[in-house]
């Protein structure tokens, strides 16, 4: 079961800028997309620009995390690694500190690092759940995360 992460964990994004975690939800509460350090990740690329469509105006700042290292990060999202948040996790800290198991996986953390809702494994059902709460919270038009080139549902990979 997840659960609130260590917000003094240091995290380096892809660009190679390091924070604690509390430092990057300072001004922002965080929607976080961690994908698994596989190929097969790569079919998220389509819901992580859909939710990052609607959500990137708003009041939460989505991010994208891999447990891996930068180049196989680079792979899996291609051209879009440096058009979001990204962070590279080898050691797959973040995860580890949520106590997540299965990845792809979504996550709202608020401003103070607390955690909100979480969805392990890929249920659009629970997914979008995750979407619609972190819309209500902010105040804010909930992305639809399903859509043209959604993978079939999955109980995901383990982390």
């Given at each position: ?18 924070h ?69 996790d ?70």
């Amino acid at each position: 079961m997840a659960q609130n992460p260590n917000p003094s964990l240091e995290l380096t994004s892809l660009a190679g800028v390091t924070h604690t975690l509390d430092d990057w939800a300072t001004t922002f509460n965080l929607a976080i997309i961690l994908l698994p350090s596989r190929a097969e990740a790569a079919a998220f690329v389509p819901v992580i620009k859909r939710i990052y469509a609607t959500f990137g105006d708003s009041d939460v700042r989505t991010t994208v995390w891999v447990p891996s290292t930068a180049a196989i990060t680079r792979r899996i999202l291609g051209n879009i690694a440096d058009d979001y948040l990204t962070f590279c996790d080898p050691d797959g800290a973040l995860s580890s500190s949520l106590s997540l198991d299965r990845a792809p996986a979504f996550v709202h953390l608020r401003q103070d690092t607390t955690l909100v809702a979480a969805a392990q494994g890929w249920s659009p059902t629970a997914w979008q759940k995750v979407a619609d709460g972190i819309a209500k919270h902010v105040h804010w038009s909930s992305p639809v995360v399903t859509g043209a080139g959604t993978p079939a549902p999955s109980p995901g990979w383990a982390i």
